[in-house]
């Protein structure tokens, strides 16, 4: 049976691909949990996390051969509306819009009110 649990956030004070594959090592360390069942993994692709020599998931894949890495399907998605929202004057207008308004009911607790 599959399981995916959210476990915790984590600091992370070294992002390299060996920094990160410590952190996330010891994650699953600490909450008892076996490397040996690990079957995939989902980064963005930064090279720090996707590298097939010395990113996050090929030093995973060489601790497990069956974690296998898929590109995070959701962050290529956001890349393609970002892209797809920069070429439309209008669209980018939209959004500094909304932006604003974000911004000015975000900074004070009395305009959360309203």
Known sequence: QINESFIGFVEILD???????????????KNNLNLSKLRGQGYD???????????VQARLKSKQKLATYIHCASHNLNLVLNDAMNSSTEVKKFFGLVEKIYTFFSNSIKRWQL
């Open 45 to 55: 692709g930064a090279a720090n996390m996707s590298g097939v020599y010395s990113g």
């Open 15 to 29: 992002q390299s691909g060996a920094g990160l594959e410590e952190s996330i090592i010891n994650c699953i360390t």
